[in-house]
C-alpha cells in the first residue's frame, strides 16, 4: 500500500495508556482487552490524606504520553502523579477515599510502552498469574 508509510506494530501489540485511550470502541475510557505489558508496583508508603506512594517512579515509567492507569477494579479511579526528580522513591497516586495499603500490589498500564520496555532487562510472561517464562530483552536499559 503506497499510502502507508509507517507501522508500529510493537507499540500496538504490547499497548500502553496513551493508545489505550484512542482504543475503545465505544467512546469510553475502557479498553476492548487486556494489554500484554503491565507492570506491577507495590505501595509503600502512605496513605497520607488522599495519596499514596508506590515504587514505580520516572526511573521505571517513561514520562512522555498518558499516565500509567490502574487496572485492579478496586482501585480503577486512582491517578498517578509524576512527583519530583527524586524517582527511587516514586511518585504519588491521588483518588478516591478507598486508598490501597502499604504493601498492595497495583497492576498498572505504562505511559509510554517502547521507553519503558527499554529501561528493563527481561519481560516476566505469565499464564494465570504464575511466571511461567523470562524473555530477554536486547539493548535494554538499567532497570531490574
Same mark, same amino acid.
Given at each position: 500500500m503506497?499510502e502507508?508509510t509507517?507501522?508500529?506494530?510493537g507499540?500496538y501489540v504490547l499497548?500502553d495508556?496513551?493508545?489505550l485511550?484512542i482504543? #475503545?470502541?465505544?467512546?469510553s475510557?475502557?479498553?476492548d482487552y487486556?494489554?500484554a505489558?503491565?507492570m $506491577?508496583?507495590?505501595? =509503600? !508508603?502512605?496513605?497520607y490524606?488522599?495519596?499514596?506512594?508506590?515504587?514505580?517512579?520516572?526511573?521505571?515509567?517513561y514520562?512522555?504520553?498518558g499516565r500509567?492507569?490502574?487496572?485492579?477494579p478496586e482501585y480503577?479511579?486512582?491517578?498517578?502523579?509524576w512527583?519530583g526528580?527524586?524517582?527511587?522513591s #516514586?511518585?504519588?497516586w491521588?483518588?478516591?477515599a478507598?486508598?490501597?495499603e502499604?504493601?498492595s500490589? $497495583?497492576?498498572?498500564v =505504562? !505511559?509510554h510502552?517502547?521507553?519503558?520496555v527499554?529501561?528493563f532487562?527481561?519481560y516476566y510472561?505469565?499464564?494465570?498469574?504464575?511466571?511461567a517464562?523470562?524473555?530477554?530483552?536486547?539493548l535494554?536499559g538499567?532497570c531490574?
Amino acid at each position: 500500500m503506497p499510502e502507508l508509510t509507517e507501522i508500529q506494530a510493537g507499540s500496538y501489540v504490547l499497548m500502553d495508556s496513551e493508545y489505550l485511550a484512542i482504543e #475503545s470502541t465505544d467512546g469510553s475510557d475502557a479498553p476492548d482487552y487486556h494489554p500484554a505489558l503491565t507492570m $506491577l508496583t507495590t505501595v =509503600v !508508603s502512605g496513605p497520607y490524606g488522599r495519596q499514596v506512594t508506590v515504587d514505580a517512579g520516572l526511573k521505571a515509567l517513561y514520562r512522555d504520553g498518558g499516565r500509567p492507569r490502574v487496572l485492579n477494579p478496586e482501585y480503577a479511579k486512582l491517578q498517578y502523579d509524576w512527583f519530583g526528580m527524586n524517582t527511587e522513591s #516514586s511518585p504519588p497516586w491521588t483518588g478516591p477515599a478507598l486508598l490501597p495499603e502499604l504493601g498492595s500490589v $497495583l497492576e498498572l498500564v =505504562v !505511559s509510554h510502552c517502547d521507553p519503558t520496555v527499554n529501561l528493563f532487562d527481561g519481560y516476566y510472561i505469565t499464564r494465570a498469574g504464575k511466571v511461567a517464562d523470562v524473555w530477554p530483552i536486547d539493548l535494554r536499559g538499567r532497570c531490574q
